[in-house]
DNA sequence: TTGGTTGCAAAAACTTTGCATAAAT
DNA sequence: ATTTATGCAAAGTTTTTGCAACCAA
C-alpha cells in the first residue's frame, strides 16, 4: 500500500471528495509521525504550519480516515478519555505502552491469530478484529528502576 | 475472594471509610450483575430501588472501587466514549464484544500469558498488565447472519 | 458553478469537583 | 461529636454538529 496521502487523495477522488490543504497537512503529518497522537496533539503540531486550522476540521478528517480504515482509535488505560490514533495501515498490530515513560510500542505475535481461533472454536463466534494493549516498564525504565 | 460487598466493608472498616446505604446498593448491583455496565446504566438501575441516588455518587463509588483494584474499567471501541465497569474482580481476564447484539462475552487463555512473555522476551520489558478485546459476531447473531 | 469543506460557535456526551447538608461511627 | 459521604449544581474535558462563507473540481 502506498502512502495515507496517496491512499486518501483516490479515495476521495473515487467518492466526490476533495482534497483540501487542512486534509493534506493532516494527512501528511500523520504519514510522517510515528506515534500514537490524541485529536489535540495532532492540531497542536500542525497549528504550527497553519494557523487557521480548526480543531473540529482535525476531528472531521480523523473520522473520516477511521470510517475508511485508513486510521483506527483506542483508547490506553493511561490517558481516560482522550483517544489515540493509529497512523500506520490497518495491518492489524497491538500496543504496548509504558507506565512510566508512556512510550508506545507496536508488536504483533502469531500468538494472536491463535487467541482468535481458540476463541472462535470454543464459542462457536466469529472473530473479524482484535485489540490489544500490554502496559508494563520498557527495557529502559526498567534498568532505571533497578538503578535506585 | 468474597463478594465485592463483604470485601469493600473490610477495606472501609481498614480505612475509616463508611458503609452508606447508596453504596451498599451500588455494590450490591456490581455484585448482582453479570454485565459490564456503564456508569449511566448502573445508575439507571438502582434509580429504582432509590429514587434519591445521584449520579455523581454513582462516579464517586466507581473511582472508589477502581482505585481499590475492585473493579477495572474500560472503553470498548463500540461506544466511543463511555467507560464500562468489571463487576468481576481483578482476576485478568478478557473480552469478546459481538458488534451485532453487543453482548460481552469474558474469556481468558493461556496464550495470553505467553503473548507477555513473548513481548518481556523481546523487547526487554516487564509486562504487568494487559487487555485485550476480540470484536466481531457471537455464535447467536453468527446463525442469524447466515440465514438471511 | 456547484456541492463538498472549513471555521466558528454552540451543543452534546461524559466525568469531576466544591460546598453545604446529611448521616455513619 | 466528628468526620466522611451525599446531593446538587456548576464546571471540566473531549468530541460532535449546524450553518454561513469558502474553495476545489
Known amino acids: 500500500m502506498t502512502?495515507?496521502?496517496q491512499e486518501s487523495k483516490k479515495r476521495l477522488q473515487a467518492q466526490g471528495g476533495r482534497?483540501?490543504?487542512?486534509r493534506y497537512l493532516i494527512l501528511q503529518t500523520l504519514e510522517?509521525?510515528?506515534?500514537?497522537?490524541?485529536?489535540e496533539e495532532l492540531f497542536a503540531l500542525?497549528?504550527?504550519r497553519d494557523a487557521t486550522l480548526h480543531l473540529?476540521?482535525?476531528?472531521?478528517t480523523l473520522r473520516w480516515l477511521e470510517q475508511e480504515n485508513l486510521i483506527s482509535a483506542?483508547?490506553?488505560?493511561?490517558?481516560?478519555?482522550?483517544?489515540?490514533?493509529?497512523?500506520?495501515?490497518p495491518i492489524e498490530h497491538h500496543h504496548f505502552v509504558c507506565t512510566a515513560c508512556k512510550a508506545v510500542i507496536e508488536f504483533d505475535s502469531p500468538l494472536m491469530e491463535g487467541l482468535k481461533m481458540e476463541f472462535e472454536w470454543r464459542y462457536g463466534a466469529?472473530?473479524?478484529n482484535s485489540s490489544t494493549t500490554l502496559y508494563g516498564l520498557c527495557a529502559a525504565c526498567k534498568d532505571k528502576e533497578k538503578n535506585l
Not at 509521525?33 to 485529536?39: E, K, Q, S, V, Y
Not at 473540529?56 to 472531521?60: A, E, G, L, Q
Open 46 to 48: 500542525i497549528r504550527e
Open 56 to 60: 473540529s476540521t482535525v476531528y472531521r
Open 126 to 128: 466469529r472473530v473479524e
Open 32 to 39: 510522517e509521525l510515528c506515534d500514537h497522537p490524541t485529536a
Open 3 to 5: 502512502g495515507l496521502v
Open 74 to 89: 483506542r483508547v490506553f488505560a493511561e490517558d481516560r478519555r482522550q483517544e489515540r490514533y493509529d497512523a500506520a495501515y
Open 19 to 22: 482534497m483540501t490543504a487542512q
